[in-house]
């Protein structure tokens, strides 16, 4: 059974930093495109960076040149460094990625979500 767990959110203050991890776990062979959501109360989710198996990235343009995406394929790990945080970035930050595994064809799979807070 695959497995998307989020790591590393919290409360911070406007300015501040954080790195949020997911970890994917399960009889996985191969990871295609891999991505963080996120849902502020009362909003739709929305995309915030996708980082492809090639590498490539996309950014909201809400947060182009503060968050950076990354992935670690031996260790089966998404990053999210989130620098010069705003309010508004406040949210339950939620991962995906498209997985192919040896019991089950290619399949979205989505985190728990974790909670980011950016206040004073």
């Known amino acids: 059974q695959v497995q998307l767990v989020e790591s590393g959110g919290g409360l911070v203050q406007p300015g501040g930093s954080l790195r949020l991890s997911c970890a994917a776990s399960g009889s996985i062979l191969s990871i295609n495109d891999m991505g963080w959501y996120r849902q502020a109360p009362g909003k739709q989710r929305e995309l915030v960076a996708r980082i492809t198996s090639g590498g490539s990235t996309n950014y909201a343009d809400s947060v182009k040149g503060r968050f950076t995406i990354s992935r670690d394929d031996a260790k089966n790990t998404l990053y999210l460094q989130m620098n010069s945080l705003k309010p508004e970035d406040t949210a339950v930050y939620y991962c995906?990625?498209?997985?192919?595994?040896?019991?089950?064809?290619?399949?979205?799979?989505w985190g728990q979500g974790t909670q980011v807070t950016v206040s004073s």
């Open positions: 995906y990625a498209d997985i192919l595994s040896s019991r089950i064809p290619w399949s979205h799979y």
